[in-house]
């Protein structure tokens, strides 16, 4: 089933207007403080749950990577900025490179003249300053994001597209319509992107009470019903243009469980989605579950494999009742993958 026109209305101003969109998480914030009697989940949407130490990320790296991420408003996930300073440079901010490349995100001088900015105010704009370099880095995959969110229909999720971009020139994914493949350049991009991708859950910090029992075993579908309206089905009722999760047309009160465990961020009024969850998993990645009638988790609680967490409904804007849910890299509306791809690789069969 298909979320109604209002969708395309309501979440437009998102697409539209980033300060609203941060103005919307705020609320989120305020409200699940209120309901929680204290800010406690504030720190799940901005801290970003990096893994800190030997083998993940250099301490005093860390606060600069949140703070670049945190700074984007395009859902820059501080787990894939980690990644990315992993794969140029080690955390290394005196590498060099044969092909001209400085500092530890690895900036040509060209792209650094255009992209680098004098972050921490010292007066100078400095390759070798992490300091600089990455902020820097962090606002140019920003803009990444922007451009990748552009074009759903390019090959890859936002993130692997600003990674791309970052690579090998925004130009090249254009010219591919999406990360380039695995024979352009020796797969240096394509490489690129898949090991940054893999690394991404290596640097983020697991859901403590949660980590053990996130495992293969133990994710599942929502709710057990036929799959409605397929991922990425085209249409202008959406304002992306496709359809940015699965539905499953279930009635109004059948239980919805979590597809896996891991800590909620928000629960509450989701504009056009009615009532909704919002869960960050151990990855670093969210789930997303829309247009519940009731909710019987709130922001900040841990949740385990297959707990309940709401019944289902046709709050919002809806054409009948349903439960659609998202797969994200990030709270944020617009930061979509393939839910079914996901589901899969945590050993769900559907
Ligand atoms: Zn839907």
């Known amino acids: ?69 945190n700074d984007c408003d395009a859902g820059l996930s501080p787990a894939l900025l980690a990644a990315q300073l992993m794969q140029e440079s080690g955390f290394n ?17 060209d792209t650094w003249a255009a992209e680098g900015f004098d972050a921490n105010g010292d007066g100078k704009a400095s390759v070798w300053d992490p300091e600089d370099a990455i902020p820097s ?68 910090a697991p859901d403590d009470s949660a980590a053990e ?13 036929p799959l409605g309206t397929p991922y990425h089905q085209r249409g202008g009722m959406w304002s992306s243009g496709y359809h940015t999760g699965i539905d499953f047309p279930v009635p109004v009160g059948t239980t919805i469980k979590t597809a896996g465990p891991g800590t909620v961020v928000s629960a509450g009024p989701g504009g056009p989605y009615g009532n909704q969850v919002i869960i960050r998993h151990s990855d670093g990645m969210y789930s997303q579950y829309a247009h519940l009638s009731s909710l019987t988790v709130s922001a900040g609680q ?15 804007n809806v054409s009948g009742p349903h439960l659609h849910m998202e797969i994200r890299n990030s709270p944020a509306y617009g930061t979509d993958i393939d839910p079914l791809r996901y589901l899969r690789q945590h050993g769900v069969t559907v």
């Open 1 to 69: 089933m298909r979320i109604g026109r209002g969708l395309k209305v309501g979440a437009a101003i998102f697409v539209m207007s980033p300060v609203a969109l941060g103005l919307l998480i705020i609320i989120f914030l305020v409200m699940s403080a209120d309901d929680e009697g204290g800010g406690g989940d504030r720190s799940e949407l901005t801290s970003g749950g990096l893994r800190i130490g030997e083998g993940a990320v250099p301490p005093q790296y860390a606060s600069l990577i949140e703070k670049a991420a």
């Open 93 to 109: 901010p005196r590498a060099g490179s044969p092909a001209g490349a400085q500092g530890i995100a690895q900036f040509i001088p």
């Open 137 to 204: 880095q962090g606002r140019m995959m920003c803009k990444l994001m922007k451009s990748a969110k552009k074009h759903p229909n390019y090959r890859g999720s936002p993130s692997e597209l600003a990674l791309a971009g970052y690579n090998a020139g925004w130009f090249r994914v254009v010219q591919f319509e999406g990360v380039p493949p695995k024979h352009w350049a020796k797969g240096e991009t394509y490489n690129y992107v898949r090991i940054i991708m893999a690394n991404v859950p290596k640097l983020t």
């Open 213 to 225: 029992s996130d495992s293969a075993s133990g994710w599942a579908l929502p709710v057990k019903a």
């Open 302 to 316: 841990k949740i385990k494999a297959g707990q309940k967490i709401g019944l289902s409904g046709a709050t919002g």
